[in-house]
């Protein structure tokens, strides 16, 4: 019995470690970018300033160049290097009147986003496939549990724009649309069409209209 307890805290207190980004060793630790070493996240950079914990880049809205119509402006650790281990970020996302930021996961943080300006339809569906979702508008938050899929829509004929809040420094995006349609090397069309129980001139239609992921 008490074996089983002991395994029962173990594996609670193992669960509960590696439940986000792993808690920190020390105060600081800057991330040196252009270290060569890669750690799990970041070495620590030797001279600090005030500088590596500041940033403007969520200030203005940002310009939003493609068919979707969003834009997702990340202030996470590759921008302000002083949230290096310590496991939080934030990102700014613009819509443009009916964009789309579209369905998407984050491997490494839950989300939760606060409406700047404008009204949004937003959800995320379960790995039951449960769709919960909801219209949230100006000073109204919403939570997108970690991994999950989810996805925002601005139904309006006004730009929106949201702040997002991570508990990760990088809390890394996959785009389900783009992942599967434009990677590289491709996914191969007989994997899409069986999965999606269309025919390979379908799925060829799509990898045509979006362009490779970097
Ligand atoms: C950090 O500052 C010290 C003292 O000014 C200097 O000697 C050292 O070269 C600096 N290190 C880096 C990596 O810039
Ligand atoms: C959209 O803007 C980003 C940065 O603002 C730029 O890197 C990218 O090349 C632009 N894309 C297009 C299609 O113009």
Do not use: W
């Not at 650790?77 to 934030?90: A, D, I, M, R, W």
């Not at 929106?160 to 990677?183: E, M, R, Y």
């Not at 999965?195 to 209209?209: T, W």
Request: aromatic content about 6%; proline content about 7%.
């Amino acid at each position: 019995m008490a074996v089983v307890i002991a395994l029962f805290l173990l594996s609670a207190m193992v669960s509960g470690t590696i439940a986000s980004d792993p808690d920190m060793l020390q105060d600081i630790c800057v991330a040196d970018l252009s270290a060569g070493v890669k750690a799990n996240g970041y070495p620590c950079k030797e001279n600090v300033t005030a500088m590596d914990f500041f940033s403007d880049i969520l200030a203005k809205p940002g310009a939003i160049n493609n068919s979707v119509g969003s834009l997702v402006t990340g202030a996470n650790v590759q921008k302000v290097p002083g949230v290096n281990t310590l496991g939080v970020s934030l990102s700014r996302i613009d819509y443009a009147p009916s964009g789309l930021n579209p369905p998407h996961t984050h491997p490494r943080a839950s989300e939760v986003v606060f409406v700047l300006e404008g009204e949004l339809e937003v959800g995320f569906i379960t790995t039951a496939n449960v769709l919960i979702s909801q219209t949230i508008k100006q000073g109204e938050i919403f939570v997108f549990p970690k991994a999950l899929v989810h996805f925002q829509k601005n139904n309006g004929n006004k730009p929106a724009s949201v702040l997002a809040a991570f508990n990760s420094q990088l809390p890394g995006t996959q785009s389900i649309a783009a992942t599967l349609f434009a990677a590289t090397p491709p996914v191969p069309d007989n994997v899409l069409t069986k999965a999606f129980h269309v025919g390979s001139k379908e799925v060829q239609k799509i990898k045509s209209r979006m362009a490779p992921k970097k």
